[in-house]
């Protein structure tokens, strides 16, 4: 897969509606905060001023990362390959018998009620090639966690 990250047209979307807002309103508060601070005086000792220009740097480094993020989407269908790989969903079961879905896929790609594992977490990655049957075993702080594959199916939207 080429440098960027893979998403799903709807975390493409949300990205975009965020950057969006925060190079029109989100500036414009900022900018507005940042006067309304400097009209109380000294800056030197102007706490309200501090925070109005600190936000707007945390701000605009989002702007930054958003716009990376956006410029170097991968949004693609995912082939059904019976495996599990970024963009599909993993049905799997684990040492307790308790069966969950987990999407892999990267951070960016939140689907609420969905547990998401990013390709490069050690979830993830031990869950990428897995065919259904097949064991992913991997490494964690609270231990070594074995899931079953049960299933595996491309991520929809739906």
Same mark, same amino acid.
């Given at each position: ?18 950057? !969006? ?17 400097? !009209? ?17 740097? &945390? ?9 990376? &993020? ?24 684990? !040492? !307790? ?29 031990? &869950? ?31």
């Amino acid at each position: 897969m080429p440098d960027g990250k893979w998403m799903t047209p709807a975390a493409l979307q949300k990205l975009q509606e965020e950057y !969006d807002y925060l190079t029109t309103k989100g500036r414009e508060e900022v900018v507005q905060r940042i006067s309304e601070a400097r !009209d109380h005086g000294d800056l030197k000792e102007n706490s309200e001023y501090d925070t109005a220009k600190n936000d707007q740097g &945390l701000m605009e480094a989002r702007i930054r990362q958003l716009r990376e &993020l956006i410029e170097n989407a991968i949004v693609s269908e995912v082939a059904d390959s019976g495996t599990v790989e970024v963009g599909t969903i993993a049905t799997v079961i684990d !040492d !307790d018998g308790d069966e969950m879905d987990i999407f892999v896929a990267p951070s960016e790609n939140k689907v609420p009620g969905t547990l998401l594992a990013s390709p490069d977490s050690p979830l993830g990655a031990a &869950l990428l090639g897995k065919k259904p049957g097949e064991d992913a075993t991997y490494e964690a702080p609270g231990g070594t966690f074995t899931y079953k594959v049960k299933s595996v199916r491309v991520y929809t939207g739906d």
